[in-house]
């Protein structure tokens, strides 16, 4: 079992710049991390994901404005550059899936998410 916290989330303006930060009850540093997102009416999607062996992934739409990272043994965050309006939504950091051909699959650990909103 681990438990998954998530921070950083707030209100940014466009173009604006933030940290989100998923921090783990014990060590993820050999576990594949990915950070979903949810917006109202959408169904959750995958932001980005670092495989257990440091292979990162990212979402077309995030692609050279989004960087994930393990900050520690027991922590992933995620920047996030040049926001855009759409990236309005919950984010969620997940735990305990698995790497599939270029397919990451969420596994049974969540947190409870954090919300960003991007707005003037």
């Known amino acids: 079992q681990v438990q998954l916290v998530e921070s950083g989330g707030g209100l940014v303006q466009p173009g604006g710049s933030l940290r989100l930060s998923c921090a783990a009850s014990?060590?993820?540093?050999?576990?594949?991390v990915g950070w979903y997102r949810q917006a109202p009416g959408n169904e959750r999607e995958l932001v980005a994901a670092?495989?257990?062996?440091?292979?990162t992934k990212y979402a077309d739409s995030v692609k050279g404005r989004f960087t994930i990272f393990r900050k520690t043994t027991n922590a992933v965050d995620l920047q996030m550059n040049s926001l855009k309006p759409e990236d309005t939504a919950v984010y969620y950091c997940n735990t305990g899936g698995r790497y599939s051909g270029d397919t990451y699959y969420p596994g049974d650990y969540w947190g409870q998410g954090t919300q960003v909103t991007v707005s003037s």
């Open positions: 670092i495989t257990a062996v440091g292979v």
């Open positions: 014990r060590t993820i540093f050999y576990k594949n």
